[in-house]
């Protein structure tokens, strides 16, 4: 089974610019989430999709950030315009529908963003 | 709020020897845990979990890891530890909402 998959490893853009993460969950995942690690600190909730749906997205930093789900399958975050505190690591997380209890989330390798 | 913290930034244990890697969380109901580890350019790795039961808990490469409720801890151990073991480990608690609260993480070194 292929794990969670993310693109690109590494983006290096300048401030003011715009760049767009991609995420492709292990299949038949219906719980996506994304989480950022800002260097040498805790990582981060960002936000949680349930199929297309944002079921929590009480860590996105502003409104420079959008995530979208389209047909509940890989995951786009974008971020417009970069700004320099937003350079970190973004991981990407997915996981079984949870019955009542929750889920071991299965991580991808992550895409190391610097703004420079 | 919920919360977990990793006291130590660094580990450092001779090869052979057992490891502790300390977590302490707080959380208003029933606790979650979780450990993950990830090793240099790759993602976090599923290595354990905590959901109710048996306070000890196994899981992969031989680690296991105790929780204390009276003490609210979770540490991670393993007997024997390994060179390969070295790496960044990380503590987490899930909320009951699915998001997952992390620790700081705590490198651990192995040196042969």
């Known amino acids: 089974e292929a794990g969670v998959t993310q693109f690109p490893s590494h983006s290096v853009i300048e401030k003011g610019q715009t760049v767009t993460l991609r995420c492709d969950p292990i299949s038949g995942h219906d719980n996506l989430y994304w989480y950022r690690r800002v260097m040498g600190k805790e990582i981060k909730f960002l936000l949680h999709f349930v199929k297309e749906s944002k079921q929590d997205e009480s860590g996105m930093p502003n409104n420079r950030f959008l995530a979208e789900r389209t047909g509940g399958t890989y995951s786009t975050l974008k971020v417009q315009p970069a700004e320099l505190e937003d350079s970190g690591v973004y991981f990407c997380?997915?996981?079984?529908?949870?019955?009542?209890?929750?889920?071991?989330?299965?991580f991808g390798p992550g895409t190391r963003l610097t703004v420079t | 709020a919920q919360s977990v913290a990793q006291p130590e930034d660094q580990v450092n244990v001779a090869e052979g020897n057992p490891l502790t890697v300390k977590c302490t969380y707080s959380v208003s109901g029933n606790p979650y845990l979780f450990w993950y580890v990830q090793y240099p350019n790759r993602g976090l790795q599923f290595l354990l979990k905590y959901i109710t039961g048996d306070n000890l808990v196994k899981g992969s490469y031989g680690f296991e890891a105790e929780f204390n409720k009276s003490q609210t801890s979770f540490h991670l151990k393993k007997p024997s530890a390994l060179v390969s073991d070295s790496a960044l480990y990380f503590c987490?608690?899930?909320?009951?909402?699915?998001?997952?609260?992390f620790g700081t993480g705590t490198r651990l070194l192995v040196s042969p």
């Open positions: 987490a608690v899930n909320t009951g909402f699915q998001k997952l609260v």
């Open positions: 997380a997915s996981s079984h529908r949870a019955s009542g209890r929750p889920n071991e989330q299965y």
